[in-house]
């Protein structure tokens, strides 16, 4: 998203746009949705302060059960883009310096970043996704299978040592 140095007026104003995928570079995760950013501009004398909503709607996959799913992303970003820049700190990614001749500051890194950081690096379908059986691989959400039936139950192990040696002692 680029603002336009000689559109904004001093003060406050919201102004906000639609990008797609291409705009913003970003091919993983999958777009479902176009997305949206509206920016909370305070222009003063010399730096203006941006408070940017981002929201879009992407497509995960799930890393428990493999299934694909859309999921709401919401995220903000601020930035202070400044005309007098000498003290500030350079490598601070909140901070833009704005060269003498810019007409225009360009958002798109800070919108994709937003959007990258809000998904999570565990990815679950829900919070208590049961994922694929480890013998069939049916997923567990939508059918249960009969494989856990053969399987011992590990919890029985201690009770089993138990009797074995209740037997041994007679
Ligand atoms: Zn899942
Ligand atoms: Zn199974």
């Known amino acids: 998203m680029k603002v336009r140095l000689n559109s904004l007026n001093d003060g406050k104003q919201i102004i906000s746009a639609?990008?797609?995928?291409?705009?913003?570079?970003i091919t993983e995760p999958?777009?479902?949705s176009p997305v949206t950013v509206t920016l909370k501009i305070d222009k003063g004398a010399s730096e203006i302060k941006i408070d940017g909503v981002v929201k879009t709607t992407v497509k995960l996959v799930c890393d428990r059960c493999l299934t694909s799913f859309s999921r709401a992303i919401n995220g903000t970003f601020s930035v202070i883009a400044s005309f007098t820049h000498p003290e500030l700190e350079v490598d601070d990614e909140n901070m833009i310096l704005i060269p003498p001749k810019a007409n225009e500051i360009n958002l798109n890194e800070h919108v994709h970043d937003t959007i990258l950081?809000?998904?999570?690096?565990k990815i679950l379908c829900r919070e208590d996704c049961r994922g694929l059986c480890p013998t069939c691989g049916v997923n567990l959400n939508q059918t249960d299978c009969q494989?856990?039936?053969a399987e011992p139950d590990a919890r029985w192990e201690p009770l089993k040592k138990l009797t074995l040696n209740v037997t041994e002692e007679k």
């Open 18 to 25: 639609a990008l797609s995928a291409g705009d913003l570079s």
């Open 147 to 149: 494989c856990d039936i």
């Open 117 to 121: 950081l809000a998904i999570p690096m």
């Open 30 to 32: 999958e777009l479902e």
